[in-house]
């Protein structure tokens, strides 16, 4: 072991050493020391706000979407009673580590500020409760519908105002149309007068064709109120005594990688597979579907046993953001809720208001429907009126058709804000076109208000039919 005294040079790199060691030190001492600070004046402050996110679109165009607040400290749970929402919309509310969602049942109002405000939000690190809001406006609506013209038809987008109408997609041929989260689909027809799908992006560019089950008819297209799931009956071109497909209901998703995917039938095992009318349930994988012999079914497109729920006339409609359906029996209407299988009758109109028709629910669940009531001379309708009916059974009327047009669609917007009817003016004047789906050659949309400021006023009369809102096809 060497014995040599220390250099000068060894002696200055052990005193820079140390200083560095002790220069050191006290730097993370000061760091702990202020991050020490900080976190207790961020426990003494409690929670605040770092970040808000809201797709403000989306939040009025359909149900499920969500503000997210993120915080400055890990939060206690957040309940539904700390949370305010105004205008008033049903909601859900969770939270995760420094964040807490507030989840809106239904689509949200267009062209509205809305204010939502959580108090009592505290960490769960202790401290002093804080109260955290975000404001924010949502857009005006648009909407898409369908217009035939001579030799060419035009799919068009517009807003309420329906002075700023934008052409999207055109074809020599167009029977019907849907709209979902994130595309259009196009029911059209070939040169050989068969059915092809189109699909195309909201604004009608990057067309591509779907996979049908065959060459066909493709009847009743419908689309779900979220993503991108649609659905259809198809009919072989060529059925015949000797067999064929009829009417068998398929699905088909246009998600990112699933557009090239062969569409799903749905099959019932025993009974008539052929489907008459059919509704997606919301917020499910779940289609609810009426059979040619009567049968009603509960039934899933992923498989897993079906659920018989009787027979039934009609299905009138599903409320969006709900289980809810209405269906008419034999004996009358009535209210399923396809989460239960439980059925209550639908209380009915007093007789002075008209004699019943098409049944609206409005979306929720809360037993209100939108219902179609013609007056009678006899068998001659002189008019009819277009009422919001409450769970009870009372009446407001928000629409009447004079006695010369002809009411033949009502349809409710996602929010349940508006109601869009598709009437038929001088009807007698009026000749059908000659499409599978035939409808007069002059239709009108009329949008009008149910709830707002001001409830039973007329927005806006459309050119043209099928406006996004409808959950089925048009039936002239």
Known sequence: MSTDPPTRRSQARQRRSRAFTTSFAVVIGVLAAVGLGGAALTTAQGPRITQVQIDAEAAVAASGSRILFTTTQSL??????????????DFTVDTAGRTVGVRFALPL???????????????????PAATITETFTTPPLEVYLLQRGEGEDTVFRTGLAGDAAVPVFTAP?????????????IATRDDEDLSELIVTALDGSDPRTLPLPGDGMVTNLQSADRGDLIGYTFTDADIGPNGGRESVLHTASLGAGRADDDPTPITIEGGDYRVEDWRFVPGTDSVLLLTFDGALTLASAAGGEPVALGNAV????IARGSTQALVERIDGLARIDLATADEEPLAGTAPDLGQPGAVTPLPGGTGETLRVLAHLDGFTVISTD????????????????????T??????????????????????DNPYDGYALPLPTRLETHVIALAGDAPDNEIVALSGFDISWCQNATRG
């Open 76 to 89: 206690a749970e957040v309940t539904a009673e700390q949370v305010t929402v105004s205008p008033a919309a």
């Open 407 to 428: 009411l033949l669609q009502t349809c409710v917007s996602p929010s349940g804000r508006y109601a869009a009817l598709l009437v038929a003016p001088d009807m007698v």
């Open 173 to 185: 041929h167009i029977e019907d149309f849907r709209a979902t989260s994130g595309h259009l689909v």
């Open 109 to 127: 109002w267009d062209a509205t500020e809305y204010t939502v405000t959580i108090s009592d939000v505290a960490g769960i690190g202790g401290g």
């Open 386 to 405: 277009v009422a919001v009916v409450d769970a009870d059974g009372s009446a407001r009327t928000v629409f009447t058709v004079p006695p010369e047009d």
């Open 314 to 317: 009609v299905i009138h409609g």
